[in-house]
């Protein structure tokens, strides 16, 4: 499976790939208000934006084997599942 390479970023909401060549997603219910709505697609759209540093993070993690079998599992599900293997 592939997805856009580089950084991403949330601004307006849209997560962006950092060169602006492409559009991840639109986040809805980003826009401007006080609501906890708000706050929480906002949250959402951020971490949306920090899936390839995490991904990258636990495939590291997981070559260095640093921790305990439990996060080990954890860490390799969560690759499998942002991999859709």
């Known amino acids: 499976m592939s997805y856009t390479k580089g950084k991403w970023y949330f601004k307006d909401g849209y997560v ?3 060169n602006m060549c492409a559009v991840i997603c639109h986040v809805h219910g980003t826009e401007k208000g006080n609501s906890a709505v708000v ?3 906002r949250a959402n759209a ?3 934006a920090s899936a390839p540093d ?3 993070a636990l495939k590291g993690l ?3 084997d640093l921790y305990s079998s439990k ?3 954890m860490a390799l599900k969560a690759i499998a599942k942002a991999e859709a293997e």
């Open 16 to 18: 962006r790939e950092s």
């Open 39 to 41: 706050y929480e697609s």
């Open 46 to 48: 951020h971490l949306i």
């Open 54 to 56: 995490l991904l990258e």
């Open 62 to 64: 997981v070559e260095d």
């Open 71 to 73: 996060y080990m599992d």
